[in-house]
């Protein structure tokens, strides 16, 4: 695993690194969006466009957010590896780590 997103996803979800991936790796839960750790292939394309600064490589996510590397992984235990994001759509799963989290409050 190359990148991992993080905390300042949660409730957010711009999707603009959606956009920029070239390989369909980051997927959509129900309150954040994950990072596929089998299938980036480490181009971090999609950190410059994260308008929250979410996206990390793995050794530098900040560690008072928490593991969201394991978090990333864990979201994808079940899943599996399907090979893209775009033709699953939208999931309404998130990880333990992501669900434990305090339901954020987005201005609109």
Sequence with gaps: MAY???????????KSCID????????????????HP?????????EPV??????????????DWGDHRGSNAAFFAELGSPGGAGALGALTHDSALVESLPQAVIPS
């Design 38 to 46: 089998d299938e980036c292939v480490d181009c971090g394309a999609c």
């Design 20 to 35: 920029e991936c070239p390989v369909d790796c980051i997927y959509e839960g129900g309150r954040a969006l994950y990072i």
């Design 4 to 14: 991992v997103i993080a905390q300042p996803c949660a409730d957010v979800k711009d």
């Design 50 to 63: 994260c308008p929250v600064e979410a996206i990390y490589f793995e050794d530098d996510v900040p560690v």
